[in-house]
């Protein structure tokens, strides 16, 4: 740009290289052309820009859309980090935890903190489907890998809906 060409200009001491304009105006076959390009270069060399006001002013002016990104950059950003300090808490607390199968469900409560109030809420509204009230059904994902007839439960499905991916299991287990 000119701003930064004339930030650039070479100091009082260096000289400018000169321009053969003659050499340009027979080269080029275009009416005026070199013309118009020598008066405008005489134009801007003339020019006294203000290069630190302008860069000072550019710098340290914030524009809208950049400080609804900042804002926006930090309200995920500590959105991640509450989830990962959640996540290395759990890691920590699993340290401690053994072979699942070898705690009572009482016993789990201790350790997953909410499963209690969580289960009775499943049991209250007759819902046993894993998965089926959480956004990404990775229960359900898991428990349907290896089965016949996959079907994966949708978000908030109810186990009074349907039950076509027990019927497709135990249809095809019994041929």
């Avoid at 699993?94 to 705690?103: H, I, K, Q, R, S």
Wanted: no cysteine; hydrophobic share 35%; glycine share 6%.
């Amino acid at each position: 740009s000119n701003a930064e060409y004339m930030g650039n200009r070479p100091s009082s001491g260096e000289s400018v290289p000169e321009i053969d304009w003659n050499h340009w105006k027979e080269t080029l076959r275009t009416e005026g052309l070199v013309d118009k390009v020598k008066n405008n270069y005489e134009g801007l060399v003339k020019e006294q820009y203000e290069v630190d006001a302008i860069a000072t002013k550019v710098l340290n002016d914030d524009s809208e859309p950049l400080v609804a990104l900042t804002y926006e950059m930090q309200y995920h950003g500590l959105v991640w980090l509450n989830n990962y300090s959640d996540y290395v808490g759990f890691l920590f607390e699993l340290e401690e935890y053994g072979n699942p199968n070898d705690y009572l469900m009482h016993e789990n409560y201790d350790f997953f903190h909410g499963l209690e109030a969580e289960l009775e809420e499943l049991v209250e509204t007759h819902n046993y489907y894993p998965g089926a009230k959480d956004d990404l059904n990775l229960r359900g994902y898991y428990v349907a890998q290896f089965a016949w007839g996959k079907k994966v439960i949708t978000y908030y499905r109810h186990p009074a809906d349907d039950f076509k991916a027990t019927r497709a299991t135990k249809n095809i287990l019994g041929r």
